[in-house]
């Protein structure tokens, strides 16, 4: 999987070499971490396992590490559900309509499952990426599918160009340990925000966290927003332009939990992690990059892999303030 083609050789860039160099910085940092437990132990994750993977908009792939275990991808999937969303309602009245009138765009500043501002926000989530807003998106989702579980299980697949599973077991213990996620949708009932029942939109919710891929398969995945909506794998346009600027716009305001702005500052990149320990990024017009690292920092994000995010978005100069131009 690991090439370095003559461009780059001509740009005088070792991308393989850069690769290499990340990790050797990142990987030590895991030590420091901890690894969600639950994930973990269903999934057999290691504290050690380390990935990036690096897929370029025509295909062209530079990786390293367990590229090929799967892992449940938890909040990553918030953007796949904020994206099956809006292919529902569609652009302009649609999304206006049905989904920004319920879910805001500000980043929160508080934890992912974090009640308080629910409460004095009359129960409209900040944003689509924390748990509040996520559960919105599923109950927009319940309002359009048949089977929102199947039709995001279908993208998911469709976009890694294999066929994925949801882990059961995961989505099991998500649902054990939902009190929160509970607290959060009876929160919104109470304010008259969801149309469906608390088990349905939660049951939604469990299944999307229990969608398990490979680190390959995530940058695979989330070419499309890099490439203005249009999966280069197969030009099947999956959004309109206008909305996938926004998704990404989303990704990086308010994609890594309460350490958004430290991740825009730090990597300059759209950003979504998830509690498995992945992070996905996205250089648009080049690339989507995963780099996946269990254990977590104080706000849930991958230790090592903001590190190697940070790293590799300096040593390509990938971040999307420099303007076009990067190394890749
Ligand atoms: N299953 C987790 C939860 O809600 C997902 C968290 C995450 O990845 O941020 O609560």
């Known amino acids: 999987m690991t090439t370095t083609t003559a461009d780059d050789v001509d740009q005088g860039v070792d991308i393989d070499q850069v690769l290499a160099d990340v990790a050797d910085v990142a990987r030590p ?5 901890e690894v969600k437990a639950y994930i973990a132990d269903l999934a ?19 990786a390293m590490g367990d590229l090929d275990i799967r892992f449940s991808i938890q909040s990553i999937s918030k953007v796949l559900a904020l994206v099956l969303a809006m292919r529902k309602v569609g652009e302009g009245v649609g999304v206006q309509e049905q989904l920004w009138r319920r879910v805001g765009r500000e980043p929160s500043g508080d934890p992912f499952n974090s009640l308080v501002q629910l409460e004095r926000e009359q129960g409209v989530p900040r944003n689509p990426l924390i748990n509040a807003g996520a559960l919105i998106v599923d109950d927009v989702l319940l309002d359009h599918c048949a089977d929102p579980k199947g039709e995001l299980l279908t ?3 469709e976009l890694a ?8 077991e995961v989505a099991r213990v998500e649902e054990d340990t939902s ?14 925000n969801l149309h469906h029942t608390v088990d349905e939109v939660l049951d939604v919710y469990a299944h999307q966290c229990a969608i398990e891929m490979s680190a390959a398969q995530l940058a695979r995945a989330f070419r499309f927003l890099a490439n203005d909506g249009v999966d280069p794998a197969t030009d099947r346009r999956i959004l309109h332009p206008d909305l996938a600027r926004r998704v990404a716009a989303i ?19 759209p ?13 648009p017009k080049q690339a989507a990059i995963c780099v996946w690292s269990p254990p ?7 230790l090592a892999g903001r590190v190697a995010l940070h790293e590799l978005s300096d040593r390509l100069d990938l971040s999307v303030f420099k303007g076009p131009e990067s190394a890749l």
């Open 179 to 192: 009190a929160r996620n509970r607290a959060i949708a009876n929160l919104m009932l109470s304010f008259d």
């Open 296 to 302: 977590l920092d104080d706000k849930g994000n991958s």
């Open 44 to 62: 057999g994750m290691e504290p050690g396992n380390f990935a990036i993977c690096v897929t370029e908009l025509d295909g062209e792939t530079h």
């Open 251 to 269: 990704m990086l305001t308010c994609g890594t939990y309460d350490a958004a702005g430290e991740f825009a500052y730090s990597i300059g990149l």
């Open 155 to 157: 993208l998911a697949s």
């Open 29 to 33: 940092c895991a030590e420091d971490g």
């Open 161 to 168: 160009g294999e066929e994925l599973t949801i882990s059961e």
């Open 271 to 283: 950003c979504k992690s998830g509690v498995c320990g992945a992070i996905v990024a996205l250089a």
